[in-house]
């Protein structure tokens, strides 16, 4: 054996000791900062560099690989264009997979994520966004999974698991609280510690849980007035406290803001230093190590760390190296059945939907559907080979393209649809488009919203141009369908004069195939909202939004206006369908809501409590004349109604027409307990709860009682 890590038997904890007690001090600090692995102004790209997000050299002689970090959970991207040509599969935003209620879906879509990244050299993902979507204008809930805690963890740690099979370590991020991007890096989230527990930090813990990902990312922003990124309550007590994280803590691109206080806080590594107002992590650091502020041991901490992470996922024994072999035809499949698990039908009155085959005419309206399918913009944009790349926005000094992935639902439709004809109108001239409705059997209308990182949507509403164009359709066409490429939840003031609507979110590579499947019957629609789409603004816990020209969003930009307090103890806890259940106020659509083209029915919902878990039968049958596939979700109260209805627990469950299947699902007792911050534990208070067997947060469809033990567990 060549190096003294390679011995049987060894674990990643031994491997990284060894490792460790190898290494000079200044191979150790080599890896606790990097610039930025893109060409930015003078600064060339950094040799062995692939050219991502980051770059950190290999130490040859004791047989450990360089570390090249990419972004991120949909796809491995290549921020600014860095490497020309480079091909990718772009899967369908997190939303979408979230829709899909498959943590089934998350791991084989995480694996593919891993696949691509390894194969091109890439062996860590900055992926795991995990983040609660507190905000629905928030500009990266496309990155996000959803509103609800449980969901989310477990989506999240299922896409984790699916990256680190392929010895790729994932990241989780933007820990935590990260719920806004307008002026991102001088907001403060400011939420107490029991509600931030049970919401935004119980979906970082449970998908911590399940994917074990080797590194977290904290956020550009502070909560409750400390940066994340030296917060001592996230990093030391909570993360690697409480849960015993061994992976490291890497900071988010330029947002790291000291080097004694950041390291003691919990910060293992400075990233994107070149975007910070210093190097911290270098000079700065050994000399807070020469003058006793930080020890020794906390250095030599960092570095096990994370030599521990990468020996756990098999990083150091099978080395990613650029140019391995791809099938991207298998991968763009893959990325298609995601998209047709996730697409929503929102609407679909007269059984409007699917559309007749062979239809005489048929019009295509918009959102570039004669090229492709929208994608969010920032880091986690994936460009495949043929996307349409349109002016985005200039982010981190970096000019960002709207691309839309070459995926064309127009040629979909056309393949899908055994129409003599299909017309595409691009949308801009309405009066065109309404001429050509007038003589066509159906209209298919794509909404597009645009959003991305570093800026929140300005409002709920779409374009007022793409409200009317739609209006104007819909008084001309009655079978006049909308497809929504949209990055959040919006609101559809056309929605009653249309017969059907589908939420495709960001559909990815196999999005235009998707939504024709969908349009068309091939593939019955199953996707369920992961977020609830609100009536109106006024609806929100935060209906004001900060205004971006108050502020700045750029890493290491002076803070122009001081910091910006966004107090979410309004809502605590019950954010999206929790806090709607809260006030009483109806939604557009709620949390979990999702058409079939057939029909399912519950019966038999029994609850038994065994130990100290509570479990849960139900039998769903579908009762209509075709195979689909349904997702009962479990939500429970005390019978006092001392909070909401939760989710604690849901299935995605496939059936054939007339099949039937008896479930059992355990309830997390997270959700079924309340945080005790004086005792700092959790706390399930004993007596009746109602346990609510629903189709989505609005339809409770079956009812029971179970006495539930008082229980307190902590760590
Ligand atoms: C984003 C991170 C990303 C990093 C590196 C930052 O702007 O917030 O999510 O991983 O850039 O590209």
Known sequence: ???????????????????????????????????????????????????????????????????????????????????????????????????????????????????????????????????????????????????????????????????????????????????????????????????????????????????????????????????????????????????????????????????????????????????????????????????GEVSQGRIDEMVRRILRSLFAVGAVEHPATPFGPIDYMAHRLTAQREAEQGI??????????????????????????????????????????????????????????????????????????????????????????????????????????????????????LDAEKNHLISRLAAENLLTVVVLETGGPVTLPWLDNVPAVLEAWYPGSGGGEAIAGVLFGRVNPSGKLPVTFPASEQQLPHPEQVDPATTTSLPGSPVKGGIIHVDYNVEGSDVGYRWHARTGQAPLFPFGFGLSYTEFTYNDLQVRADGESVYVTLTVQNIGDRAGAEIPQIYLHPASKSYVPRLAAFERVDLQAGESKTLTLRLEPRVIANWDSDEGLWRIEGGNYVVIAAKNACAPILQANIAIKPRRFGY
């Not at 997979?97 to 879509?109: C, K, R």
């Not at 496309?142 to 509103?147: D, G």
């Not at 003691?264 to 003058?291: I, T």
């Not at 409705?437 to 159906?442: G, L, N, Q, W």
């Open 344 to 461: 929503v039908l929102l609407k679909n009155e007269n059984h409007s939907l699917p559309l007749k085959k062979g239809a005489k005419k048929l019009l295509v309206v918009g959102g570039h559907a004669d090229h492709g399918v929208l994608a969010g913009g920032g880091s986690s944009a994936v460009t495949p080979v043929g996307s349409l790349r349109l002016p985005g926005i200039n982010f981190m000094g970096i000019e960002t393209e709207k691309v839309f992935q070459p995926s064309s639902p127009l040629w979909a439709i056309r393949a899908e649809s055994n129409a003599a004809e299909v017309l595409f109108a691009h949308g801009n001239d309405v009066a065109e488009a309404v001429r050509l409705a007038r003589e066509a059997d159906a209209v298919i209308v794509f909404a597009d919203e645009w959003r991305s990182e570093a800026l929140d949507a300005q409002g709920l509403e």
């Open 1 to 291: 054996m060549k190096y003294s890590w390679q011995h049987e038997g060894l674990t990643a904890d031994q491997k990284a000791e060894i490792v460790l007690n190898e290494m000079t001090e200044e191979e150790k600090f080599s890896w606790l900062s990097a610039p930025m692995a893109i060409p930015m102004g003078d600064e060339p790209l950094p040799e062995g560099a692939i050219g991502s997000a980051a770059y950190y050299p290999a130490i040859p002689r004791l047989g450990i690989p360089a570390m090249q970090q990419s972004d991120a959970s949909l796809g491995v991207s290549a921020l600014g264009n860095v490497r020309p040509g480079d091909n990718a599969t772009a899967l369908a935003s997190s939303l979408l997979l979230a829709s899909t209620f498959n943590p089934q879906m998350a791991q084989l879509t995480g694996e593919l994520v891993g696949r691509e990244a390894f194969a091109k050299g890439f062996n860590v993902q900055l992926a795991g966004g995990a983040n609660l979507i507190r905000e629905p204008r928030g500009g990266r809930n496309f990155e996000y999974l959803s509103e609800d805690p449980l969901l989310t963890g477990v989506m999240a740690g299922h896409s984790v698991r699916g990256i680190q099979s392929q010895h790729v370590v994932s990241t989780i991020k933007h820990f935590a609280v990260n719920a806004q991007e307008t002026g991102r890096v001088v907001v403060s989230s400011d939420l107490d510690e029991a509600a931030m527990r049970e919401s935004d930090l119980l979906a970082f813990e449970i998908a911590n849980e399940i994917g074990q990902p080797g590194a977290v990312m904290p956020g550009y922003n502070l909560i409750n007035g400390e940066w994340a990124s030296e917060n001592d309550f996230l990093l030391n007590k909570v993360l690697k406290g409480d849960w015993q994280y061994p992976g490291w803590v890497m900071s988010d691109w330029g947002a790291t803001h000291s080097a004694a206080k950041a390291a003691l806080a919990g910060l293992d590594v400075q990233s994107g230093s070149n975007l910070d107002s210093q190097v911290w992590f270098d000079q700065p650091l050994r000399k807070a190590v020469a003058r």
